[in-house]
């Protein structure tokens, strides 16, 4: 089973920028779609991005269009987020999750897992 493990959160002002990363463990990485998720104190967890397996085809959240881009490599077993323009609204625990081919084409969000411990990321007004 896939491990998962995130970082390159922190604290940044608003308008900042920040990459993540998230390093999987095996040799079955580059055989599923990833995403990323976040969850803000007291909410719900929330799609964030998603890749497909080959890297070609990518889906966000409205929240995340124009200002975040996920992106793989997996040749290194890292999956990648950079965010652009972050707003306070941004600040979260931000994962990483492995889903199967059917949930990237149908954007079932809610069967990605093998969860990571996430990183944290805070926006400062």
């Known amino acids: 089973q896939v491990q998962l493990v995130e970082s390159g959160g922190g604290l940044v002002q608003a308008g900042g920028s920040l990459r993540l990363s998230c390093a999987a463990s095996?040799?079955?990485?580059?055989?599923?779609?990833m995403g990323w998720f976040h969850q803000a104190p007291g909410k719900e967890r929330e799609f964030v991005a998603a890749?497909?397996?080959?890297?070609?085809?990518?889906r966000y959240a409205d929240s995340g269009k124009g200002r975040f881009t996920i992106s793989r490599d997996n040749a290194k077993n890292t999956l990648y987020l950079q965010m652009n323009s972050l707003k306070p609204e941004d600040t979260a625990l931000y994962y990483c999750?492995?889903?199967?081919?059917?949930?990237?084409?149908?954007?079932?969000?809610?069967?990605?897992?093998?969860w990571g411990q996430g990183t944290q990321v805070t926006v400062s007004s």
């Open positions: 095996g040799r079955t990485f580059g055989n599923y779609p």
């Open positions: 999750a492995k889903g199967g081919p059917s949930d990237y084409v149908f954007g079932r969000w809610e069967n990605f897992g093998s």
């Open positions: 890749i497909n397996w080959s890297g070609d085809s990518t």
